[in-house]
């Protein structure tokens, strides 16, 4: 198995880090070792385009019709 070193983690995370492993009955490395396979196993957040997730907010209420408006020609300015 590879190792990795951390270096620079901050007293407040490192002391929350060494709580919740001994809540857990782990040492801290092995909860990070759970912590990085919980987080890594999941599925990876699904990206949407704006009008995706309006239509995701709209849907439960039966969705809208926008009627859009007619345009006109662009026309020659020179």
């Known amino acids: 198995m590879a190792s990795i070193t951390i270096r620079n983690i901050d007293k407040e995370l ?3 880090l060494r709580i919740q492993a001994a809540r857990n009955n782990r040492s801290m490395e092995e909860e990070v070792r759970v912590i990085l396979k919980t987080t890594l196993s999941q599925a990876p957040p699904k990206h949407q385009s704006l009008a995706e997730i309006a239509r995701e907010a709209v ?3 039966g969705g809208f ?3 859009l408006p007619t345009r006109d020609l662009i026309r020659d300015v020179f």
């Open 14 to 16: 490192k002391s929350r």
């Open 59 to 61: 849907e439960p209420y």
């Open 65 to 67: 019709d926008i009627e």
